[in-house]
């Protein structure tokens, strides 16, 4: 089963200095790709913390994703916390240090030099022209913070993922989910392989109540949908898709 | 110390069906009120994962608030998962179940009656024309998914939160965050009760890294940015606010 976990990390979203885009966008991205995620952690900039959160990510899921944390500065902390979580050394790279050389010359200082360090053992996607490589160690795949790196380092490695597909009906009522229940429950226990989910609105949608089957088998998804509009009330589905 | 820690529910937002407003709204809030976010997790609607992300928000943080689950169909396990986080039985709380049954008379299903449903011990938040109550139990609020109904219900419990402000700062520079890294580690060092970020930029913003400040003590936020900003080489300061 192809499973992701996404753990974000960084102050300025706990503090809402800034929006998080790129949670938002990966479940998007895996999604298109088939794969299940399980988990999204925002966690600050602090070593224990983040190691915490990337065990247990790899725990529940296959595929774990870092958002955030690499640059030069003090609260760049994930290439440390990735390294803590396997109990490997922090080394740089050979690659990235001799790119690093020739661009920077002699403005490469120490905290420069830090662009260069990896988890030992790592895999780096990088090419001579990138602004930043693509750390990977084991199932864990480590992307920059601004969403417009994250999403140019995940283009980089994304067919790594590719899964079977995930498949999608949803059916609209004028009717509130009360009188939708004892119907969904029917349909859950009779689908155990449809995911199943209930979406009220309080607004002013021109429905009630969406609800969603998802799976992997499209036939099941169908007919677990075929079931429940069959046993709803006349005239409560508005519309499908 | 004044902490919180937000714990979402809900496939449809790892689906990436529903993109999540409640977070991000709610450390606005937060940060408003002078409360320290400590971490968000968006996990799946399945009891044991809900129990085992509110305990670990219990311990990293003083209040917790849990967004969505809370509703009458099989999806909606967030009470049951409230309830055994803190080993209480499921209830009826009886003020809604009398206002239910006042509104709905004979339509009054069993899945409908699972809305009067809180953990035993439960405060609950309810007015008589209200559409939801807000349950809480210990530190931990109970509030719905629905971004309507998540902010109308925050806005019932929103001053038992409000705690010492929180005072920020922001240098912006036209250098990297190469040059800047030393300094910002002698800063760091200097001002260990200010927090101090670092966020470069990798698109056509009018400055290359805005360095934040933060703390609850307004005299040492200044002075540790006015330490920055007599380190850096002349000119690299654009602006700040």
């Not at 790709?33 to 065990?55: A, C, H, K, Q, Y």
């Not at 944390?69 to 690659?95: L, N, S």
């Amino acid at each position: 089963m192809s499973t992701a976990a996404i753990v974000v990390i960084g102050n300025e979203i706990l503090s809402a200095k800034v929006a998080d885009e790129n949670g938002p966008w990966l479940s998007r991205e895996l999604r298109g790709l088939g794969v299940d995620l399980r988990r999204i952690e925002t966690v600050p900039d602090e070593v224990p913390i983040i190691v915490d959160s990337l065990r247990r990510a790899l725990a529940s899921a296959k595929w774990v994703f870092t958002s955030g944390g690499i640059g030069p500065t003090h609260d760049d902390v994930t290439i440390a916390a990735v390294a803590q979580c396997f109990g490997r050394k922090v080394v740089p790279d050979e690659r990235i240090l001799s790119a690093l050389r020739a661009h920077l010359g002699d403005r490469l200082n120490p905290a420069l030099r830090r662009l260069a360090d990896v988890p030992e053992g790592s895999t780096v996607d990088w090419s001579p022209g990138s602004l930043f490589p693509v750390v990977s160690l084991e199932n864990v795949a480590v992307l920059p913070g601004p969403p417009v790196l994250f999403k140019e380092g995940f283009a980089r490695i994304r067919d790594r993922y590719r899964a079977a597909p995930i498949f999608s009906r949803a059916l609209y009522f004028g009717v509130g989910e009360g009188t939708l229940a004892e119907h969904l429950d029917a349909t859950v226990a009779r689908f155990p392989s449809v995911s199943i989910g209930s979406y009220p609105r309080f607004d002013d949608a021109d429905h009630r109540v969406k609800v969603t089957f998802d799976g992997r088998d499209q036939a099941e998804v169908r007919r677990a949908a075929d079931f429940l509009r069959e046993r709803v009330p006349a005239g409560a589905l508005l519309r499908e898709d």
